[in-house]
């Protein structure tokens, strides 16, 4: 029996629609190496860190780095994506979330984020939802990116829950598969096809009414 007492939410593109600033900011970055980064290779670097990310572009582009231009890379792209998310506010939280959280809180279900963004901390508070969260775990606290599963069992740990007992929300493979490497239970946000290995997918939060809810969290109806 499985009984679901805490949901872990990934942030970019679950959370709030960043995804496409971090793929426009990396796109810039791309063509310096001459490299034109496509929605298809985009998704390799959802849910990684901005290192991984710079790595992972470098090989796709066959370009190479020296150590200051690495991080004169890294640093551009961050300024960037800032510039993009200077205006960020509660309008940018994605449509139905806001109704997902207050049905969490309701149960009494405990409630945080496990994102690999340095920025997710200045992000959640722009849009004004920090009281939700019992626990926030960035990419300031992890060492490993997903999917390496450290970002979510280092929320679960913080919320004293068991990992069977955490749902997962991620609209990245790598979260998704960091999730299921945590052995918890994975929702999939987007279309099936963008994932390897899912518990379920819903295309959004809009599609996942009060049932689908109330069978994830509800002691009665437990998957
Ligand atoms: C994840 C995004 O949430 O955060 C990735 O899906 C991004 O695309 C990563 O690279 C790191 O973000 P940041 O804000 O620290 O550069
Ligand atoms: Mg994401």
């Not at 990934?10 to 810039?28: C, E, Q, R």
């Not at 998704?176 to 946000?189: E, G, N, S």
């Amino acid at each position: 029996m499985k009984i679901h007492t805490c949901a872990l939410f990934d942030l970019d593109g679950v959370i709030v629609d960043t995804a496409n600033y971090h793929f426009l900011a990396w796109k810039k970055i791309a063509s310096n190496f001459g490299f034109e980064l496509s929605k298809e290779n985009n998704e390799k670097l959802k849910g990684v860190s901005r290192t991984k990310c710079l790595n992972i572009i470098l090989e796709l582009s066959n370009f190479d780095l020296n150590e200051n231009s690495f991080n004169y890379y890294l640093k551009k792209k961050n300024e960037i994506y800032l510039d993009y998310i200077k205006n960020i506010n509660s309008e940018n939280i994605l449509p139905g979330i806001l109704k997902t959280l207050n049905y969490l809180k309701e149960k009494n279900i405990m409630i945080g984020i496990g994102s690999a963004s340095k920025n997710a901390r200045f992000i959640i508070e722009k849009l004004k939802i920090v009281p939700f969260f019992d626990v926030i775990v960035d990419g300031n606290q992890i060492v490993n990116s997903k999917p390496d599963p450290e970002v979510f069992l280092k929320g679960s740990k913080a919320l004293g829950v068991l990992p069977e007992n955490c749902v997962v929300f991620e609209d990245s493979d790598s979260g998704i598969q960091a999730a299921k490497a945590a052995k918890m239970t994975a929702i999939a946000i987007g279309t099936p096809d963008k994932f390897s290995n899912y518990d379920f997918c819903f295309t959004n939060f809009l599609k996942i009414v009060k049932s689908d809810l109330d069978n994830l969290f509800t002691s009665k109806n437990y998957i």
